[in-house]
Structure formats: C-alpha cells, structure tokens
C-alpha cells in the first residue's frame, strides 16, 4: 500500500489522587476504567468511521503517574516478547491473567486496526542477578502494539526514563523496537527517547523505518521545547514520518499531538484552553523515502561556515533557556544582519521586519554546551526569540504573544552536527505554515520569496 | 509575502558525540 490513514488521539487522563496506600487485586481494573472508555471510543471511531488502520494513543494515558513503585506494581503484569506469536483476545490465559492486554487486543481484532498504547511490564527477577531491585522486579514504562488481528506485534521498553518516574527501572540495554506492515516499516520509542541517540537516532537512521510511533506525556516548555514545534522539526530534520500522541493535561502545559510527515506537518492539536482530548486523523505516505517529495538531506553548517561574521558595536548579554546560559545580541533596528557566538558556534541572523514595535524586544542567542538538568546532553542552539518584556533580563522567557512581523529571515549556524531541528513559532504557539519558509540544502531556515 | 508574527525561530543542535553515556539521570537522582 502506498498510503495509510493513521489517528492519533490526544487524551485527557483524569490522575487519581497521589496513589500511595496499595489496593487489593480484584480492584486492579478500576483505575483505567474510565480511561479505558475513552480510547476505545477513539479507536472504534478512527476505524470505523474514518477507516483509519492505525491509532496511537500517549504516555500513561491508562494509568496517569501518580504512582510509587508499589502501587503500580498490582497494575503491571508480564508482557511477553512479540516473537511469542500471541493473539492475546485469541488464547486469553496462556500468559496468565492479563486485562488490560486481552482488551486492547480485542479492541485492535475486532475493528481490524493497528492499536499502540503504553501501559507497563513486570519481570520479576532474583538474587542471582546482581542488578536486580530489592523488591524482586524490574518494571518497565513499555509501549504495545496490537496488529489488525490482536497480534502482539512491539512491544518497547522505554530507554531513557524522565526524572520523576519513580515507579519505573532503566532497561539494562537499548533495544531498537521495529516491525513490517503492509504500510510500510515502523518503529517505536517514548517521550525522553526523542533527545537520545538510542533508540531514536539508531531506529531512523540504522535500521531505516519509513514511520515512527510516539506515545508522550510531554509537557511544553517554551521557548524552544513545545511538543509541537519541537516534533515536527523532528519529523522534518529525520526525513521520517512520526505520529505523536501527547497527555492532554493544561495545568501541566501537556499538549500537543500530531502527524509529522518529512515535507510537512498533516495535521496538530494545540489547546491550552480546555480540557477535552482530541482525535486527529491524515493520511502518510507509506514509505516517503520513495517519493519525489522527499526532502533532500541538509548540510547544516555549509552557509554559516562560508560567510564572515557580521560586526557589531552592540555588547552580547547572558540570558537563560531552560537552565542553559545563552549569549545573546539584541536587534536594534527594523532591518540588519547579526552574529552572536558561544564557544564553537556562530549563529548569523539576516532579518527584516514590517515594523518594530518600541515595546518588543528580539535578541539573537546561541548556546554551545551540555545541558545537564533533567538529563545531560550537549546542545548547539541558534535562536531568534522575543523577549518576555523590554527589559533584557527577560530574553529566554516563555513569552505567548507578539504583535511585531518578520517579512524576511535567514538563520543559520556553524553546528558540528547533522542532527539540527528547525522550529519556528508564532504568537500564541502556533507554527509557521511550510509555504512561508524553507530549509536550504545549506542550512539556511529562511522566509520563502 | 506575508510577514510573520513570529515569537521563535531556533535551529536546535543535537551533538550526540558529546553526550555522557546515558541521557536520563532517572531516580536515584531524586532520591
């Protein structure tokens, strides 16, 4: 098949009150329940009604996180490799008692679609294993997939765990999760993956998937890490097709979903202003590396090593990024050409507005250097941004809204890396459409002519 | 051309050669 009808579903989990007191067995199922409802009617939905072949579904959206490794563990249970050639709705108990997998594998059976969830795996383990956890079990926040037969077909342990999931365990190695369909080749990782080389580079990269599932619980950070933005660029710089289902829960800036193809963004939720959860269906291109329309690999330091810095009398100024020190340059004028520096690389900015307004502010950044808050992993960041108000010690702050326009822009840096994401975003976060910006072969993102 | 009220424009590096062995600190970190 050359094309497919894939869904995402953004969900809104209900979090149950902080779980730390543990329940008995036969009050396992109550937790998921409700969420249990609201996926199965996005998935019959998508299939029957938009004969979609394929929905993704986020992050803990069955059992939120509010969990301690000891209340969770009641609601994990063993989940085999796929090599075991399971239909679970199929042969119900041949791995034990296993609700949540025999429901999701009938819900995939009996609508004939692809279902991928996240909910978690138990192995117990003993002494003889020298890493194994005092309470005897690993347990991992893991990905499923069910074919169009209830098959079990993925199933990922999430790599790079985020700070606070307490209730999880680090796998001993990575693992590259991928699998065949008649749509083409997929692959699948969770949420923190995405800044990893492994799994997230390995899989596009080595073993060459034509799409990626992507199940988050992402909570936006702006400037330069809002789901959206950030996944898409994702999508467009790995030339990959990627289907992210985000957590839906605004008090924790969680959301935004969407269908990322390489040349383009199909469809995305952003909504800051309810709580409801939302489907959103396209279709992809199966396998987009055979298309014409496939974009062509971007050298990314080609322009910026070419040109001579742009001189300036202006003193840069530190500003902060999400805990990382940025060396800024404000842009004094309506029109004019800048270079900021950190260490290895320069960033050189081309720009000219419409009108500047005297109560907005914009510098140019640039940040080389490892980034070790959450995690550690080295950046190079170019960035124009608005600063938060006039006052300079703001640049680097989220900010929601601009009322000053670019009419042209061309941005480019010196990266030691191929592996750069282009974002741009605009007042009230939203993203720019393709037909006004290009990325250059030479690394240049820059406004269409 | 329409111009753009544009709140960001980044080109966000990743160096992977650079990283530390394993990106997530996880929970011995918190503990």
Known sequence: ?449 | RTPLPVLVLALYGRVFDKDPPRLGQGPRRFE
């Open chain 1, 1 to 449: 098949l050359d094309a497919l009808t894939v869904a995402v579903y953004e969900h809104a989990v209900i979090l149950p009150n902080k779980t730390e007191t543990l329940v008995s067995q036969d009050k396992c199922p109550v937790p998921y329940e409700r969420e249990y409802r609201f996926l199965d009617r996005a998935i019959k939905h998508s299939a029957k009604q938009r004969n979609a072949q394929m929905t993704v579904t986020p992050e803990d959206a069955l059992y939120g996180w509010k969990f301690s490794r000891e209340t969770i563990s009641l609601y994990l249970k063993d989940i085999p490799a796929p090599q075991v050639n399971w239909i679970t709705c199929q042969n119900t108990q041949r791995f034990g008692y296993t609700p949540v997998q025999q429901r999701l594998s009938c819900l995939a059976k009996d609508n004939s679609i692809y279902v991928v969830a996240n909910i978690g795996d138990k192995k117990p383990c003993n002494a003889s294993d020298r890493q194994c956890p005092p309470d005897g079990r690993y347990q991992y926040n893991t990905d499923v997939v069910f074919d169009s037969e209830g098959r079990l077909v993925a199933r990922y342990h999430k790599y790079n765990l985020f700070a606070p999931e307490i209730q999880f365990d680090f796998p001993k190695d990575s693992e590259s999760v991928t699998f065949e369909t008649p749509f083409g080749k997929f692959g699948i990782f969770t949420c923190f993956d995405i800044f990893s080389h492994t799994p997230a580079v390995v899989v596009v990269d080595e073993f060459q998937v034509d799409s990626v599932l992507y199940p988050v619980a992402w909570y936006n950070t702006l400037p330069l890490l809002s789901a959206v933005p950030f996944h898409s660029a994702w999508a467009r710089a790995m030339r990959v097709n990627l289907l992210a289902a985000n957590t839906h829960n605004t008090s924790m800036h969680m959301t935004g979903s969407g269908i990322y193809a390489p040349e383009a963004v199909k469809v995305y939720h952003y909504d800051m202003e309810t709580e409801s959860g939302q489907l959103m269906l396209s279709e992809l291109k199966s396998r987009p590396r055979n298309e014409p329309t496939y974009p062509a690999a971007v050298d990314w330091s080609a322009y910026a090593r070419s040109v001579k810095p742009f001189l300036s009398e202006q003193s840069n100024f530190p500003g902060m990024i999400y805990f990382d020190e940025l060396t800024f340059i404000e842009l004094k004028r309506n029109t004019g050409n800048y270079t900021v520096c950190q260490k290895d690389l320069c960033c050189h900015l081309t720009y000219k507005m419409s009108e500047k307004r005297t109560d907005e502010v914009y510098a140019l950044g640039a940040f080389d250097g490892l980034h070790t808050v959450e995690g550690q992993y080295y950046l190079q960041i170019c960035t124009l941004l608005k600063c938060q108000i006039s006052d300079l010690r703001t640049c680097g702050e989220p900010v929601g809204s601009a009322f000053t326009k670019l009419e042209e822009f061309s941005l480019s840096g010196t990266f030691a890396t191929r592996y750069v994401f282009p974002q741009i975003i605009l007042s009230g976060s939203q993203l720019a459409p393709e037909r006004h910006y290009e990325v250059l072969r030479d690394g240049r993102l820059r406004s269409r002519s």
